[in-house]
């Protein structure tokens, strides 16, 4: 990839962060929840019930941190904790009937913003920007793990 290509892709990833930045940050006012928050509740959304080992794999937390969080969800009411029936060493993190409502406020409002996104592109267009997109962020799934200051694109002599 010639560096021209590579400047381009980061300035307009740069300000894809910032637009989304600013949309995500809209999405949890309207619920009053802080980004962190945002991010447990739609991870416990997807999966209904989970344990914070898993919550904790998934957004690549550790679990004091993320027990933090959870406990405040669980101080506004939109989260419970209950014993894990097959293990009682570990706790199930489910939403409350608060927690659902204010999930369902999120993703309605994340609904609409990415059709109005939508609705200004080529229709011809939805599909190969949708596997474009998937491609790109599987790819930068997969690399998360690599450290971030990595030298392996400088030529050494």
Request: proline share 3%; glycine share 4%.
């Amino acid at each position: 990839m010639k560096n021209s290509q590579i400047q381009l892709v980061k300035e307009k990833v740069r300000h894809l962060e910032r637009v989304l930045a600013r949309e995500v940050l809209n999405e949890t006012e309207c619920c009053g929840v802080s980004l962190p928050q945002r991010h447990v509740l739609l991870e416990v959304w997807r999966g209904k019930e989970i344990s914070l080992v898993d919550l904790s794999a998934i957004l690549g937390l550790d679990t004091s941190t993320l027990s933090r969080t959870v406990n405040s969800l669980v101080n506004l009411g939109l989260v419970s904790r209950v014993p894990n029936p097959k293990d009682r060493r570990y706790v199930l993190i489910s939403l409350t009937e608060q927690g659902r409502a204010a999930c369902d406020l999120i993703e309605r409002s994340s609904d609409n913003f990415y059709r109005r996104v939508f609705k200004s592109l080529p229709k011809d267009r939805e599909e190969q920007i949708i596997e474009s997109l998937v491609i790109l962020v599987d790819e930068l799934g997969r690399l998360r793990e690599a450290p971030a200051c990595s030298d392996s694109g400088k030529n050494k002599t």
